[in-house]
């Protein structure tokens, strides 16, 4: 045996020797090194984050990575325990230690996973805060909000989250706003900054308004109508954001924060001396409103401020006036000399149809029928607002139903309908809103999704999918049977109005 492992012994060494001997260049390489840019997981552990209740494992579609993290965590300071087959992993100039390196999540963060020939893949970590809404903080130390005439002072902040701007700790006063929607337990408010403040992506400005969509379950009348507006041939059309509300650190509900329809450069463009003017009822105004009476309605001044009487005045109430009672004179149709020489027929046309396609309650005479006019130019319908009630979301009138016309009772456009050529305009262009119907139902698609966290958070605090809250005509035990409610009483309407005009 021993002479057996003597000679494998010399042969083996013979052939060492040999191969040194032929070739001394043979450099024995170390095995390749198989580097990926792949994360293949990422989360947040409990055991690295103290202010997480449970691990959060996050989503990986390609090269965006998405999750969600609850009220209480500090999104501004988390631990990420991920795994890669890179070299490294860098945010910014950082190196990553998986377990251990603290990110500000607040916004969108970039991963680049890098290998050592310098590849390199990114990956955008989005991770949603509470509802995914941004938050809009109001503190007014403690004082409550109780009051539709009193403002209450302090600040207000937001927290942007993954979409928009933060705002720090801004100068601002707040009070009560509505008429039937202040009656709500869910309250909205009009909230006024010291100074122009850009809100959500919104231009700048001071006066920002709070719906509370407290009757309506979906929280989409109000914005579904305006996205109708930005298809319209209407100068301007609010722009509304959806924002989680805190007022003195207690959550409040998900709101439509909203621009004002009032005189602005970026709202209401009147010039230097244009007006503002709305069809309302004399219970609804202030004291100190000024207004004057047609045949048919009353009209409030909304702006600019004018004394009874005065120059500016006497101008707008004539020119309405005058344009009444050209409208129901016998030559009203004139092409020339009748109402269309008072009136832009295209603004009044496209009002129309948004307030007729979703019935719109409140806009057949009673109360935010808006108007404007420059002097010098013709009269202009709008702009848009108040539809939390339309949609059918009524229980005490026929626009409950999707069939029938309500706003065509109007006085003034029951006498518009009497003209061919008006009729004419509004055939053509309901036929542009009919195009434009899978548009829509699509926006409601999105923005119920947008809002599906947000409205259970919302129903938590008040309680209102399966319980009536006036004047809904339906009561829903589910979120997603309001929307297809909404969705079903808007086809079926579309659809009765598409006969119903061809017929005219």
């Known amino acids: 045996m021993k002479k057996i492992f003597y000679k494998i012994l010399v042969i083996t060494s013979l052939i060492v020797a040999s191969c040194s001997d032929n070739d001394t260049n043979i450099v024995i390489e170390n095995p390749p090194v198989n580097e990926g840019t792949e994360i293949t997981e990422f989360s947040f552990l409990k055991s690295n984050n103290p202010s997480l209740l449970f691990d959060i494992n996050l989503t990986i579609d390609g090269n965006v990575i998405t999750g969600s993290v609850s009220y209480e965590v500090n999104i501004k300071d988390l631990i990420a325990t991920f795994e890669h087959d890179g070299l490294e992993v860098i945010v910014g100039n950082s190196k990553q230690i998986s377990g251990t390196t603290h990110n500000d999540f607040s916004k969108k963060t970039i991963y680049s996973v890098r290998t050592s020939d310098q590849r390199e893949e990114d990956y955008e970590v989005a991770v949603s805060y509470f509802t995914g809404l941004p938050i809009f ?89 305006f996205e109708m507006g930005y298809l319209s041939n209407l100068d301007w059309t609010p722009k509304s954001e959806y924002a989680e509300v805190f007022l003195n650190n207690e959550y409040n509900g998900t709101y439509n924060i909203s621009q004002k329809v009032e005189e602005s450069n970026q709202r209401v463009v009147l010039g230097d001396n244009g007006y503002l003017l709305e069809i309302d009822q004399l219970h609804r105004l202030d004291s100190d409103d000024v207004y004057f009476y047609t045949n048919e309605f009353l009209i409030c001044i909304k702006e600019p401020e004018v004394a009874e009487n005065s120059s500016e005045f006497d101008y707008i109430n004539n020119l309405i006036i005058n344009f009444e009672a050209n409208l129901f004179s016998s030559q009203f149709a004139n092409p020339t000399t009748g109402y269309a ?164």
Request: charged share 25%; net charge negative; aromatic share 18%.
């Open 137 to 225: 903080y109001i503190n007014t130390n403690g004082v409550p909000i109780d009051s539709k005439d009193e403002y209450r002072e302090g600040y207000a902040s937001i927290f942007g989250g993954l979409n928009f701007d933060n705002l720090q700790n801004k100068e601002m006063k707040i009070r009560g706003r509505g008429n039937s929607t202040w009656g709500h337990p869910k309250k909205p408010y009009q909230l006024k900054f010291k100074t122009q403040t850009k809100v959500l992506g919104i231009p700048k400005d001071r006066k920002w308004i709070f719906l509370a969509e407290h009757s309506d379950k979906t929280l989409l009348r109000n914005k579904i109508a």
């Open 341 to 504: 020489s008072f009136i832009d027929v295209d603004s009044f046309v496209d009002w129309y149809l948004i307030n007729e396609i979703t019935k719109n309650v409140d806009a057949r005479w009673y109360s935010s029928i808006f108007l404007n006019v420059i002097p010098g130019e013709k009269i202009k319908m709008g702009p848009l607002w108040d539809f939390d009630l339309a949609f059918g979301n009524v229980d005490y009138a026929d626009s409950q139903y999707w069939d029938g016309f309500w706003i065509k009772q109007n006085p003034w456009y029951g006498r518009l309908f009497e003209d061919p050529v008006f009729v004419e305009k509004v055939k053509e262009r309901f036929s542009y809103f009919r195009d434009n119907q899978n548009f829509i139902l699509d926006k409601i698609d999105f923005y119920a999704n947008y809002l599906n966290l947000a409205q259970e958070e919302n129903d938590i605090k008040w309680d209102i999918i399966g319980n009536y809250a006036w004047p809904n005509p339906v009561v829903y035990d589910t979120y997603e049977e309001e929307v297809a409610h909404l969705k079903n009483w808007y086809v079926q309407r579309m659809d009765w109005l598409a006969n119903a005009f061809n017929n005219l």
